[in-house]
């Protein structure tokens, strides 16, 4: 069970260029999400997944394309970069459901991407 | 209005002590969950514990124990017998149900914990 995956690590782009982050779970969660991290200002969320062939907009969308055509995989575009896109990106998959009479939710994250846009 | 606040930005705490993370929410959906996370300075984000609105107990989970006041929409957490490896950022969360299930989360508090 590799839980969430991200790829790359570390990524530098020139301003302008257009890239994919790539973000995959095995654990079969139907809620998927993508989040930027800024110092300072906490995990903000850019895109959300409830299903394979659902996306909606979360608090910070501008600038980020998703897609999820398979409930595995929910990779993030950005179309043209810019220096504001400079961050940490963290991909998360999320689970919900009832144990022992209890219900419970738990996120899972992905060990995050390091992108520099100069 | 901030979804998540944590008015503490810097903690210290005795090892072997307890310590309380203040954490205030702000919502109108009757359904959301509350979350707890851990990120050490390594930088993954580590999932702690999570609370529903309509659960009547307060979540535990180990040495981590949510105190939730629903009325004072306050979700705090309590770390008891404090480690070393418990020195980290930890953040608050909410998820909101019916307004479309985005999440919020707060700036962080950073605990250190002292020998």
């Known amino acids: 069970n590799a839980g969430v995956t991200q790829t790359p690590k570390f990524q530098v782009l020139k301003t302008g260029q257009s890239m994919t982050l790539q973000c995959a779970q095995d654990m079969n969660h139907e809620y998927m999400s993508w989040y930027r991290q800024d110092p300072g200002m906490g995990l903000r969320l850019i895109h959300y997944s409830v299903g394979a062939g659902i996306t909606d907009q979360g608090e910070v969308p501008n600038g980020y394309n998703v897609s999820r055509s398979t409930t595995e995989d929910f990779p993030l575009r950005l179309l043209s970069a810019a220096p504001s896109q400079t961050s940490v990106y963290f991909c998360?998959?999320?689970?919900?459901?009832?144990?022992?009479?209890?219900?419970?939710?738990?996120?899972?994250f992905g060990p995050g991407t390091r992108l520099l846009v100069l | 209005a901030q979804k998540i606040t944590q008015t503490q930005p810097g903690m210290f705490v005795q090892e072997k002590e307890a310590v309380t993370l203040d954490c205030t929410y702000d919502t109108s959906d009757p359904s959301y969950g509350l979350f707890w996370y851990k990120q050490p300075s390594s930088g993954e984000m580590i999932f702690l514990i999570y609370q529903g609105s309509y659960d009547q107990q307060n979540a535990t989970e180990g040495r981590y124990s949510l105190n939730f006041q629903k009325a004072r929409k306050s979700a705090n957490l309590v770390i008891s017998a404090s480690q070393l490896g418990d020195s980290a950022m930890y953040f608050c969360?909410?998820?909101?149900?019916?307004?479309?299930?985005?999440?919020?989360f707060g700036t962080g508090t950073s605990l250190t914990v002292i020998p």
């Open positions: 969360a909410m998820r909101e149900v019916e307004a479309g299930n985005q999440f919020y």
């Open positions: 998360a998959s999320s689970y919900s459901g009832t144990s022992g009479g209890l219900y419970q939710e738990t996120q899972y």
